[in-house]
C-alpha cells in the first residue's frame, strides 16, 4: 500500500474506541462507588447523574491532551515513523493491561498506565536511535526523554496516594465528631454550615475549575484569578441560603443534594483529567498524521517538533468519546465487579471478605494497634469517652428480609468522599497534573473507612490486605506497562506493519479469553454456596438452601474422587496438580459457607431458631467430607510427585471398584438433592453401607499382599491412606444423610 500509515490511523481509532469502553468500565469506581455504597439515590438517577458529569468533562478535557504529545518525550527528537510507532504500542499495552485488571475487578491507575506505557515505548525507541547512530551515547537518552516533566508526573501520582489517604481520614474524622452516626438528629443549623461548605468547595474547585478547558475561559480567566476569595465567600454565603431554604420550607436532605452533586463533579473531572488516557494518544497520533501528511516528506525524515506546540482538540471527537464513556457507564458489567471492590472494602458491616490476610496486613493491623494503646495513655479519659461515643453506630430495627437494603455506609461518609476526591482532582487539573484518580478516590475512600472505625477487629486483617493488595496492583501495573510497551514498540519496530496486524490479533484473541473468564467467574459466583441472603427465615429455606449445597458436593466430589483414580492409574502428575486445584477450591468455598453461619443465624425467624443447630451440623459433615478427598488429593500427588512406584494393578483394579460403586451413589444423592426427593434417602444409606464394607474388604486384602507380596513400603501407605480416607469420607455422607432424614421428617409434618 503507498501510505501504509493510513491503516495506523485506522487501527488507533478503534483501539482509542476499545481503550474507552475497558478504560471507563475501570475507572467507574472513581465516582460511582460513593453513590452506590450509600444508596442515597437509586441506581437509575445516580448513572444519569454520572453520564451527565462525564460529558461535560469530555467537553473540557481539552487542555489535558498536551500529556500524550509532549509530556513523556521530546517529540522533536523523533520522526513521524518513531512516533507512530509509540502510539502504536502504547494503545495495544493499554487495552491489554486494563482488560486483565477489569476481569479480575481489581481498580487500577488508566493514568499510570499511560504514563509508564509512553515512558517504555519512548525509552525503547530512543535506545533503537542511539543504537544506530554512532555519534551518540547512552547518555543522549535525557535528550530524548522529557525527565523532568515525567518525574514530576509520577511523583504527584505517588504522593496522591498518600495525601489522598490522610486528607480523607483527617475530614472523615472531624465530620464524625460533628455528626456522629446519628445523622438525622442534627441540628438543622449543622446541615446548612456543612451544605453550604459542601456546595461551595464543589462549585468552585469542580466546575470554575472545569471552565478552564472551555473557550470562553481565556475571557474570565483574569476575573476568577484576581477575585477567588470574593467567589468563594459569595458562593458560601449562596449556598447556605439556599440550603436554609430547602430545609426549612421543603425538608430537603441536603446530604442527597450533595453525594448526586459531588457524583456529578467527580465524574466531571473525572472525564476532563482522564479522558486524555483513553483518547489523547490517538489524537496525537491523527494530529502528527496530518501535519506529517501535509508536508510531503518522507514518514523517516520529518522530525515531529510541531507536536511540542498548542494543539486544538477536535470537538467531534470529545463529544463522541464523551457518549462512549456514557454507554460504557451504563451497560458495562466488569464496571459493576470493580466497583463492588471498592464498596466491599469500605463497607461499614462486617461479611464475606474478597482478600485473604497476609503477614503484613496482620503486622500491619498489630502495629496500628500498638500506637493506638499508646494514644490511650496520653488522651485524657474524658475526651476518649466522648469521642467514642461520636463512633457509636445506632442499633436500626429492619424486618429481617429487608436488611440487605442497608448501604456499606451513610451519606455522611459518602459526601467526604465525594468532597476531598473531587477537590484533589480538580487541583491538579488546574495544574496539568494527570492526578490517578483512581489512586485518589480509592485512596480517600480507604481512609475515611478507617477513620470511620468500618476496619474493626473483625474485618481489619482482610481490608488492609484488599488495600495492599489493591495498591501493589498499581505498582505491579507500572512495571508491567513500562515492560510490555517497550518489547511491542521493539516488535513493531522490527516488523512494521505484519508485527502491528499480529499484535492486534493477539490483543483480540486475549480479550476474547478474559471475556470468558469473567463470564465463567461470574457463573461460578451465582452458583457458589453462599448465605450473603436475608431470605432464609424459614424451615423451609434451611432445607432448600442446604439441599443446594449438598447437591453441588456431591457432584464435585463424584469427579474429583474418579480423577484422583484416574490419574494414580495413569501417574499423571499434571492432572493430578490440577485436580489438588479444584480440591483447594472446594474446601474453600465449604470454610466461606462455615464463616458465613453467624449471619446465616441473624436471619432466621424466630420460630426457626431451632434449625441452626442443623444447618451448623450439614456444613460440618460436608467440610468432613470435603477434607477427606483434599487428604485423598494431596497423598496422591504427593506420591506422584516424589517419583515412587506405580500401585499395582490390582490396588488400582480395587479403587476404581470403589470408585464405581462411589460415582453411582453420590449421583443418586445429587439427583435426590437436586429434585427434593428425600423419600428416597433410606435406600441410598443402605446402599452406602455396601460400599463402606467393600472399602474394607480392599483393606483385608491389602493386608494379606503385604504379607505375601507387597514388597513398596510407600505404595501400602498411599494405598491404605486412600482407603482409610475414603472410609471417612462414605461415613460423613451416612451421618450427613441420616441427619438430614431425620430433620425432613420431623420437619416435613409442619408443612
Known amino acids: 500500500m503507498e501510505n501504509p500509515y493510513i491503516l495506523m490511523i485506522i487501527a488507533l481509532t478503534v483501539l482509542a474506541i476499545i481503550d474507552l469502553v475497558v478504560g471507563v468500565s475501570n475507572d467507574a469506581i472513581n465516582f460511582l462507588n460513593s453513590a452506590f455504597g450509600s444508596k442515597a439515590i437509586s441506581i437509575r438517577n445516580i448513572l444519569i447523574i454520572a453520564s451527565l458529569g462525564v460529558a461535560f468533562g469530555a467537553l473540557t478535557s481539552s487542555g489535558m491532551m498536551e500529556v500524550a504529545r509532549k509530556g513523556i518525550f521530546n517529540p522533536a527528537m523523533f520522526n513521524f515513523q518513531n512516533i507512530i510507532y509509540i502510539f502504536m504500542a502504547v494503545m495495544i499495552t493499554d487495552i491489554l493491561l486494563l482488560d486483565v485488571f477489569n476481569t479480575l475487578g481489581m481498580p487500577t491507575s488508566t ?30 537518552i535525557w535528550n530524548y526523554i522529557n525527565y523532568e516533566k515525567a518525574t514530576v508526573i509520577i ?68 476575573v476568577i484569578n484576581k477575585n477567588s476569595y470574593v467567589i468563594i465567600v459569595i458562593s458560601f454565603a449562596f449556598w447556605t441560603l439556599v440550603s436554609a431554604l430547602l430545609i426549612s420550607f421543603f425538608k430537603t436532605d441536603m446530604l442527597k443534594v450533595i453525594v448526586g452533586m459531588g457524583t456529578f463533579s467527580l465524574a466531571m473531572a473525572f472525564a476532563g483529567n ?121 442499633i436500626i430495627s429492619l424486618p429481617k428480609d429487608k436488611t440487605f437494603e442497608m448501604p456499606a455506609f451513610d451519606k455522611i461518609r459518602a459526601s467526604v468522599n465525594l468532597i476531598v476526591a473531587a477537590i484533589l482532582i480538580a487541583v491538579a487539573t488546574s495544574y496539568k497534573l494527570p492526578l490517578s484518580t483512581t489512586y485518589v478516590t480509592f485512596m480517600v475512600a480507604m ?31 507500572a512495571l508491567i506497562a513500562f515492560t510490555v510497551a517497550a518489547i511491542a514498540l521493539s516488535l513493531i519496530n522490527l516488523g512494521g506493519i ?61 469427579k474429583l474422587f474418579s480423577n484422583v483414580v484416574d490419574d494414580l492409574s ?51 459433615y460436608l467440610q468432613d467430607i470435603a477434607q477427606s478427598i483434599s487428604y485423598i488429593s494431596k497423598v496422591s500427588y504427593k506420591h506422584v510427585n516424589n517419583n515412587h512406584k506405580n500401585l499395582k494393578q490390582s490396588q488400582i483394579k480395587d479403587l476404581k471398584t470403589i470408585d464405581a460403586e462411589l460415582e453411582a451413589i453420590l449421583k443418586e444423592i445429587g439427583e435426590v438433592f437436586t429434585n427434593k426427593s428425600f423419600e428416597k434417602l433410606g435406600k441410598i444409606i443402605e446402599e452406602k453401607q455396601h460400599t463402606l464394607n467393600r472399602v474394607s474388604e480392599s483393606i483385608e486384602r491389602q493386608i494379606k499382599r503385604i504379607r505375601t507380596e ?32 431425620d430433620f425432613y421428617l420431623s420437619s416435613h409434618k409442619k408443612f
Open 111 to 140: 493514568t499510570v498506565s499511560l504514563v509508564f506505557e509512553l515512558l517504555g515505548a519512548a525509552v525503547a525507541m530512543t535506545f533503537i536511535k542511539i543504537s544506530m547512530n554512532d555519534r551518540e551515547t547512552i547518555s543522549s
Open 155 to 222: 511523583f504527584g501520582i505517588l504522593l496522591s496516594v498518600v495525601v489522598a489517604f490522610t486528607i480523607g481520614s483527617f475530614v472523615q474524622f472531624i465530620a464524625r465528631l460533628v455528626y456522629s452516626f446519628n445523622i438525622e438528629s442534627k441540628k438543622n443549623y449543622v446541615n446548612v454550615l456543612f451544605s453550604g461548605l459542601a456546595l461551595t468547595s464543589i462549585t468552585y474547585f469542580i466546575i470554575i475549575n472545569g471552565l478552564e478547558g472551555t473557550p470562553f475561559y481565556g475571557a474570565i480567566k483574569d
Open 274 to 394: 482522564d479522558l486524555v488516557n483513553f483518547i489523547g494518544v490517538p489524537i496525537a497520533g491523527w494530529n502528527a498524521y496530518e501535519v506529517w501528511h501535509a508536508s510531503g516528506q518522507a514518514a523517516t525524515e520529518f522530525t515531529m517538533g510541531s507536536l511540542a506546540g498548542k494543539v486544538p482538540s477536535n470537538t467531534l471527537f470529545l463529544v463522541l468519546a464523551g457518549l462512549i464513556m456514557v454507554l460504557t457507564i451504563w451497560f458495562s458489567k466488569k464496571a459493576r465487579t470493580v466497583i463492588k471492590t471498592g464498596v466491599d472494602l469500605s463497607r461499614q458491616s462486617d461479611g464475606a471478605e474478597k482478600f485473604q490476610p497476609t503477614n503484613l496486613s496482620r503486622f500491619t493491623v498489630r502495629s496500628a494497634i500498638s500506637i493506638n494503646k499508646y494514644f490511650e495513655l496520653v488522651i485524657p479519659q474524658a475526651t476518649r469517652t466522648w469521642i467514642d461515643s461520636r463512633f457509636q453506630i445506632p
Open 447 to 477: 481512609g475515611t473507612s478507617f477513620a470511620d472505625g468500618a476496619w474493626g477487629r473483625e474485618s481489619a486483617v482482610y481490608r488492609v490486605a484488599g488495600v495492599l493488595n489493591v495498591v501493589a496492583g498499581w505498582f505491579i501495573t
Open 498 to 558: 505484519p508485527a502491528i496486524a499480529l499484535l492486534l490479533i493477539f490483543v483480540f484473541i486475549m480479550m476474547g479469553k478474559n471475556y470468558v473468564i469473567y463470564t465463567k467467574h461470574q457463573n461460578d459466583q451465582k452458583i457458589e454456596s453462599r448465605i450473603k441472603r436475608a431470605d432464609l427465615i424459614n424451615i423451609k429455606g434451611v432445607i432448600d438452601e442446604s439441599s443446594t449445597h449438598i447437591a453441588e458436593v456431591a457432584s464435585r466430589v463424584h
Open 570 to 620: 495413569s501417574h499423571d502428575i499434571n492432572k493430578l496438580k490440577k485436580t489438588d486445584k479444584h480440591v483447594s477450591k472446594l474446601n474453600q468455598e465449604v470454610d466461606e459457607l462455615k464463616d458465613e453461619v453467624f449471619y446465616f443465624i441473624k436471619s432466621l425467624d424466630d420460630s426457626s431458631v431451632g434449625a441452626s443447630r442443623f444447618y451448623i451440623l450439614v456444613l460440618s
Open 710 to 741: 507387597e514388597s513398596s513400603p510407600k505404595n501400602t501407605t498411599l494405598y491404605f491412606s486412600i482407603l482409610l480416607e475414603t472410609q471417612d469420607l462414605i461415613n460423613a455422607l451416612i451421618n450427613l444423610l441420616k441427619l438430614y432424614e
